[in-house]
């Protein structure tokens, strides 16, 4: 199946009510859950080439972009490891959903990406395959009646890359091993940073799968 495809049979099944919902958004502990020597270099996010779903608000430039970054860093900025790892995001498609008749065709916002994992030390993925991850809004009192109705373009791209943060630091969390505390050559002359980065190809990500 196609991801367009994928994305318009998730979207049905959730406007039936058969996909379940997600809380408000997430009060983060100070101290994370352990992911070896993992710090938070760089965070890029790529989306010229999304594609619009069905029902969908088009979404600003750069909209993505910052929404996905603010959400990522905040989730992932907490982690003070040794070693900096690069998350990089591509926006495969969206929905934005548009306003429409309350609890019969107002469409839910949805959002479906790749994520890729990168080792500064090494300028490597360190992911075997590209990671496909698909959200769908939060549940709350501004959702229920579909967010088209009660909350700006903005504010369901926040609800989105939210949940899309919470999404990628899950996988993250279940591969730990790739973050295992390894030797690493010190570096010179004061504290440590990420590398200098030339974004394409270290960061390249794989573009939309054609339909």
Known sequence: MTTAA????????AALGLLAACGAREELPETPEPMGDFRLGYTVVVEENAELGPFTREAEPGLWR???????DRRLGRYEG???YHVAANVEMYVLALPGVPLLVSPKSALVLTVNVWDDATGTKINPEPKQITVFESFSGKTVIGSGLTQSREEQARNLAENAAAKIHEWMLENTAWFEAAER?????????????TLPPV????AAPAN
């Open 6 to 13: 994928r994305l318009r049979t998730c979207l049905a099944a």
């Open 66 to 72: 910052s929404e996905l970054t603010q959400a990522i």
């Open 82 to 84: 040794d070693a900096y």
């Open 185 to 197: 050559p010190a570096a010179e002359g004061g504290e440590s940073g990420p590398g200098e980065v």
């Open 203 to 206: 960061f390249e990500v794989p």
